[in-house]
């Protein structure tokens, strides 16, 4: 009897529906991201939708920090891991109240330099490089996701597959409403 009671109570039990996409999407772009500091490099980890701010400890701005995962970068870590970088706009600058300031006459970057490693940058010679290169070079630098972040987007990656096979499978049949008759 008393194993007959508990199958009962558990079938009973109604699965709840999975987290709605935006709930999905919001946890998404809140994930832990890491950010570095403009001059000293401190890192700083945070969530990735927090954009530029300035970190309390040293009044600095913290940039998303960017991975080169060019095969011969020479900022490569002597396991193999990517350089780090950021890609600092000098027009932005922290203000005495630790909020982020912008002045355009502050920029100094080269359009040939932006979205490039600044490692990689020391070794190419842009002026012999074909546009082509240029772009694979520019290819190479892409956002560092931390590993735990990456973990988790996998996971909610395979909850917004449930979801989806979950909204069509319950879908309302709808049928078309008539008109008034003519």
Same mark, same amino acid.
């Given at each position: 009897?008393?194993?007959?009671?508990?199958?009962?109570?558990?079938?009973?039990?109604? #699965?709840?529906?999975?987290?709605?996409?935006?709930?999905?999407?919001?946890e998404r772009l809140n994930l832990p991201a890491l950010y570095l500091t403009?001059?000293?490099?401190?890192?700083? #980890?945070?969530p990735g939708?927090?954009?530029?701010? #300035?970190?309390e400890a040293?009044?600095?701005v913290c940039w998303r920090a960017l991975a080169c995962r060019a095969p011969n970068c020479p900022g490569?870590?002597?396991s193999g891991e990517p350089y780090l970088c950021t890609e600092n706009d000098l027009s932005y600058f922290a203000k005495p109240d630790n909020s982020v300031g912008f002045d355009p006459k502050r920029a100094k970057q080269q359009p040939k330099q932006v979205g490039l490693c600044p490692k990689c940058n020391e070794i190419l010679d842009p002026a012999a490089e074909t546009p082509a290169q240029g772009v694979q070079h520019s290819q190479w630098v892409q956002a560092y996701v931390l590993p735990?972040?990456?973990?988790?987007?996998?996971?909610?990656?395979?909850?917004?597959r449930r979801r989806v096979t979950f909204d069509r499978q319950h879908q309302m049949q709808r049928t078309p409403v008539k008109g008034p008759p003519e």
């Open positions: 009897m008393l194993l007959l009671d508990g199958l009962l109570g558990c079938s009973q039990t109604a #699965v709840p529906p999975p987290r709605t996409r935006d709930q999905i999407f919001a403009a001059k000293t490099h401190k890192r700083v #980890v945070a939708s927090k954009g530029l701010f #300035v970190d040293t009044g600095e490569r870590g002597a735990e972040s990456l973990a988790r987007s996998q996971s909610l990656d395979a909850e917004l």
